[in-house]
């Protein structure tokens, strides 16, 4: 990713409403994350499994959809018990939230 919107994200599409709420959702992005390497420090993929799914629904119900496909890999990877792919899913979500929270300027609240 670069300094321009993710390829998969429509930012002259988003409702003015669900753009009130980014910083709220990246807030929740971020105890995910957290709640994720937790995870993986213990090596509980169901607990990884369903933190994607929770980030996959809500990324969409906003219409980010490539984070939404990152999360949907994410809840493939550790059904497979894909531990490296997890890894790198994380990593590339939390890249993504971060590019988010820059982007919409939901670091300013």
Known sequence: MTGDSPPMFEDDVLD??????????????RTDLAELRAALDVGDLELVRQVGHRIRGTAQSYGFIELGELATALERGSVARDVAEVEQLV???????????????????
């Open 16 to 29: 003015p409403d669900a753009r009130a709420l980014i910083p709220l959702f990246v807030s929740t992005r």
């Open 91 to 109: 990593a590339r979500i939390a890249q993504w939230v971060a590019w988010l929270e820059g982007s919409a300027g939901a670091s300013n609240s």
